[in-house]
């Protein structure tokens, strides 16, 4: 079943309202045409005062006055624009980064560049200087570089706070179909919302993974594209199945919504394709995917671990010594909780913690089952009554897990990574929950920045395997920042 927040904001507006959210979205697209016209005179005009007044480069050898240049102004505006609308630059990119956007503005730039290079030389006096065209395009790149970044940053926001999303169904929960649910739980900027899947498997397709409802079969999708506001289609089958993709294509089409297909290419992430030239045949080899974060990667992640480890443990020593002292004075029993947790492959290691909860309290675990408010494999209670009022505290500020750096220190875990499970709970994994295990297990992660205990285990997965597949650099240091405001809000953490 559909949950009520999701059938209300997909179900079917009327034509006013899908004539008013064309209307927005034309206006915007207008917006930034109109912004980037604006910019384009402005460098030009920068170009004119690096090149007369400041001399950047080269002394002048004829004076001219901006009215001068009129003609080249025109011919360089519209020959900008002109290679922005062939190159697709306002063509819609959701998912497009502002790397991959800059790098097709400064391409059509320098062909619009290079236009009126070939215009000065043909037809235009002396007067005129080459090199202020190439300043100005220079100066153009770095003013559409700010202009992106905040129009980005903008949409962003205004997508994860709901505004503006587009509502997908997905076809297929496979493999395929989970990694599409992943990139959009993980990346809520790219204003995607999925209603839910379709799935011919009689297990997958009656059962919801995390917040994604099942809504049945394949053959229900006619039904639901009449029933609900459904923007696009992403269809996730297997390519042995290409009559009945061609098919859903066609149903698509009919009801005037966009469909995508996933390719089924070995069924693995571009990011792990290396692409080689064989005598002019290009040629596709997956990489060994299976080790998770292995080669080079490795050696700088765990580089980061032993740096910032050390660092964080250094730091945290004066916090951990003032916590043992009122863990000692509230209740008996050591200060140091070990306790037995799966690591990389499930390997076993003693994760280290200050005790939070009165001696003995996993032996109440059972008493204690039919209080859990955790769906899956985990067992959590929000009100724990085996909790010290010193543990509160504690857990609330994530300050039990700072005895954890040590493990990070060790090499059982890493700062940033999937939460450590018990090995109880990992016997009762599906085989798509134990990919989360092919990486040691972190401190942090993105289910730590995404909800903690307020998310569901499949949702917690999928936020894994997103992270173990797009892993970087860039992207640990992201989590470790904004780990902190997270913890100290105090969200999600019992």
């Known amino acids: 079943m559909i949950s009520p927040s999701v059938e209300a904001a997909s179900r079917r507006p009327d034509e006013a309202a899908q004539s008013r959210r064309k209307a927005r979205t034309g206006l915007r697209r207008l917006l930034v045409f109109l912004s980037d016209v604006v910019l384009i005179n402005v460098a030009f005009v920068l170009g004119y005062v690096a090149r007369y007044h400041w001399q950047l480069f080269r002394d002048i050898e004829y004076n001219a006055t901006l ?6 102004q025109v011919l360089f505006m519209l020959a900008v624009l002109a290679f922005f609308w062939l190159d697709g630059v306002y063509a819609p990119h959701r998912a497009l980064s502002w790397l991959d956007q800059i790098w097709t503005i400064t391409g059509s730039v320098l062909k619009a560049m290079f236009i009126v290079w070939v215009a000065i030389f043909i037809y235009g006096p002396a007067v005129y200087s080459r090199l202020l065209i190439a300043e100005a395009g220079v100066f153009l790149v770095a003013m559409l570089g700010v202009s992106r970044a905040i129009k980005n940053a903008y949409e962003a926001r205004r997508r994860a706070q709901g505004i503006g999303v587009a509502n997908v169904l997905i076809v297929g929960a496979g493999e395929l179909g989970r990694a599409v649910m992943r990139t959009l739980f993980a990346r809520p900027e790219l204003g995607y919302r999925c209603i839910g899947f379709v799935d011919d498997d009689p297990q997958r397709g009656h059962t919801d993974i995390g917040r994604f409802p099942a809504l049945g079969e394949v053959s229900m999708l006619p039904d639901l594209l009449q029933r609900y506001q459904v923007d696009e289609v992403v269809i996730t089958l297997p390519w042995s199945a290409q009559p009945k993709i061609l098919e859903l294509i066609e149903v698509c089409r009919a009801h005037r919504v966009r469909a995508r297909v996933v390719p089924s290419l070995l069924q693995i992430n571009l990011r792990n394709l290396d692409v080689d030239d064989f005598g002019g045949i290009p040629m596709l080899s997956p990489r060994d995917a299976q080790d998770g974060i292995g080669g080079v990667n490795w050696v700088i992640k765990r580089g980061m671990d032993l740096v910032f480890g050390g660092l964080f443990l250094l730091l945290g020593l004066p916090v951990i010594g003032i916590a043992c002292l009122a863990i000692r004075l509230e209740s008996p029993g050591p200060v140091i909780f070990t306790q037995v947790r799966a690591g990389k492959n499930g390997k076993p290691f003693k994760l280290y913690k200050l005790r939070s909860m009165y001696k003995d309290a996993d032996q109440m675990r059972e008493q204690l089952m039919a209080m859990n408010e955790a769906r899956g494999p985990l067992f959590k209670i929000k009100d724990d009554p085996r909790r010290t009022r010193v543990g509160r505290v504690l857990r609330k500020l994530s300050i039990d897990e700072l005895p954890q750096f040590w493990n990070v220190l060790k090499g059982d875990m890493s700062i940033v990574g999937p939460r450590p499970a018990l090995p109880s709970e990992v016997a009762q994994y599906a085989d798509w929950h134990r990919e989360r295990l092919r990486v040691q297990p972190g401190i942090t992660g993105l289910w730590q920045i995404s ?31 904004r780990t902190i ?3 100290l809000s105090g969200r999600g953490a019992y």
């Open 67 to 72: 009215g001068d240049y009129w003609p080249i």
């Open 485 to 487: 405001p997270y913890v």
């Open 451 to 481: 909800g903690r205990s307020e998310l569901s285990f499949d949702e917690m997965c999928l936020l894994d395997v997103y992270y173990i597949e797009n892993w970087s650099p860039s992207l640990d240091l992201k989590i470790m920042l």
